[in-house]
T-cell receptor
Framework: QKEVEQNSGPLSVPEGAIASLNCTYS??????FFWYRQYSGKSPELIMF????GDKEDGRFTAQLNKASQYVSLLIRDSQPSDSATYLC????????????FGRGTSLIVHP | GAGVSQSPSNKVTEKGKDVELRCDPI?????LYWYRQSLGQGLEFLIY????????KSGLPSDRFSAERTGGSVSTLTIQRTQQEDSAVYLC????????????FGPGTRLTVT
């Protein structure tokens, strides 16, 4: 059973701070990792993906991957109240499966 | 361009009735996924279609659930003899065949079984 674990939160940070969201996964064969943002009452939206060890930056967002330790992180710099949402981590299927496994998500609250 | 569309946006039905939920994927996306999300829960995979291949039905919770995809485009998820535990938001997502994990989600159908 593939597992993707996230702290449900809520993670509360002040506006302008760095928000750090973490995700661990159980399947060592996983190769692709995704972060989706889901606003309350809305559907998930893909915001970042990472395939290689290290960091990938896109604007205020940085995804970090450490395959040896089996974790992936999402950093949000200069957090804004509009970043308040649930962030879902997803990991690709392995063994020929195209079914991703999603974590339950971390709720982020950015307060002014 | 147009995103993934789903209909209806809300559906209230009585226990024991059948319901049909529709998904219209992004044009050119050959992969289509159905998920459901209960309040405060993660995404539960239901079924996956890729082109003309046989669908992966491994996530369907019971034989009351079925889905079809006509012409490689529009998909319909059918729930027969609905139960209260079927109440959830049903989400459809589509993707390109070469990027199956870069999924684009529709707005969802909120199903309430009374």
């Amino acid at each position: 059973q593939k597992e993707v674990e996230q702290n449900s939160g809520p993670l509360s940070v002040p506006e302008g701070a760095i928000a750090s969201l973490n995700c661990t996964y159980s399947d060592r064969g996983s190769q692709s990792f995704f972060w989706y943002r889901q606003y309350s009452g809305k559907s998930p939206e893909l915001i970042m993906f990472i395939y290689s060890n290290g960091d990938k930056e896109d604007g205020r967002f940085t995804a970090q991957l450490n395959k040896a330790s089996q974790y992936v992180s999402l950093l949000i710099r200069d957090s804004q109240p509009s970043d308040s949402a649930t962030y879902l981590c997803a990991v690709n299927g392995t063994g020929g499966s195209y079914i991703p496994t999603f974590g339950r998500g971390t709720s982020l609250i950015v307060h002014p | 361009g147009a995103g993934v569309s789903q209909s209806p946006s809300n559906k209230v039905t009585e226990k024991g009735k059948d319901v049909e939920l529709r998904c219209d994927p992004i044009s050119g996306h050959t992969a289509l996924y159905w998920y459901r999300q209960s309040l405060g829960q993660g995404l539960e995979f239901l079924i996956y279609f890729q082109g003309n291949s046989a669908p992966d039905k491994s996530g369907l919770p019971s034989d009351r659930f079925s889905a079809e995809r006509t012409g490689g485009s529009v998909s319909t998820l059918t729930i027969q003899r609905t139960q209260q535990e079927d109440s959830a938001v049903y989400l459809c997502a589509s993707s390109l065949a070469l990027a199956p994990y870069e999924q684009y989600f529709g707005p969802g159908t909120r199903l309430t079984v009374t």
